[in-house]
């Protein structure tokens, strides 16, 4: 079976500190993908960031990376100084080359509250 | 500068009343996604257009129908709107090949009264 799992319903931070947001998933497809999507209170969900399964490195954009630990089957998104506009739901998905309709199977979302 | 657009933000319909939003996008993608997401919850999948291909989910209700009549644009169709039809609907394009990354619309808040 194909899971996303995210633990954390919900998540503080001080603003300019660092946090880790943990997604674990599960799949039997060695060919996946996976991704971490913002969605602020407006609605719109807004791409982050992306990890392949043969990636060798850690993927990193700007003030986000992804710490992939492929045998703990785990995908964390780590926010560095973190700014009062990173408030918002962050969801991991992940996506599998065994459908061929490419579908994303999204976690519960974890929701981020940065403190001034 | 919008590359995924959803008309209109924010629609109330009555019980029972038909509705359309839609959804348009200047990536030249292939692939055009549907999604309905309640409250407090993840998106969840209704169908997807693969270039002309309709791909519906096996649990979409026959309530919600789609047309895409070119590449650029999609409609999301509810034939019947319920209370329980109320959610946050969100649109999303790919190209294949491109690492596979879904790009989304800003959305629309459906009401339903």
């Known amino acids: 079976a194909q899971k996303i799992t995210q633990t954390q319903p919900g998540m503080f931070v001080q603003e300019k500190e660092a946090v880790t947001l943990d997604c674990t998933y599960d799949t039997s497809d060695p060919s996946y993908g996976l991704f971490w999507y913002k969605q602020p209170s407006s609605g719109e969900m807004i791409f982050l960031i992306y990890?392949?399964?043969?990636?060798?490195q850690n993927a990193t954009e700007g003030r986000y990376s992804l710490n992939f630990q492929k045998a703990r089957k785990s995908a964390n998104l780590v926010i560095s100084a973190s700014q009062l506009g990173d408030s918002a739901m962050y969801f991991c998905a992940m996506r599998t080359r065994m459908d061929s309709s490419y579908k994303l199977i999204f976690g519960s979302g974890t929701r981020l509250l940065v403190r001034p | 500068d919008a590359m995924v657009i959803q008309n209109p933000r924010y629609q109330v319909t009555q019980f029972g009343k038909p509705v359309t939003l839609s959804c348009s996008q200047t990536?030249?993608?292939?692939?055009m996604y549907w999604y309905q997401q309640k409250s407090s919850q993840a998106p969840k999948l209704l169908f997807h257009?693969?270039?002309?291909?309709?791909?519906n989910e096996a649990d979409t209700p026959d309530n919600f129908q789609s047309r895409r009549p070119n590449t650029s644009f999609c409609f999301l169709d509810i034939r019947s709107p319920g209370l329980g039809d109320a959610a946050m609907y969100l649109c999303?394009?790919?190209?294949?090949?491109?690492?596979?990354?879904?790009?989304f619309g800003p959305g629309t808040r459906l009401l339903v009264l």
């Open positions: 257009y693969y270039d002309k291909d309709f791909n």
């Open positions: 990890q392949g399964s043969y990636d060798q």
């Open positions: 990536l030249n993608h292939n692939v």
């Open positions: 999303a394009t790919r190209l294949q090949g491109d690492r596979e990354t879904q790009y």
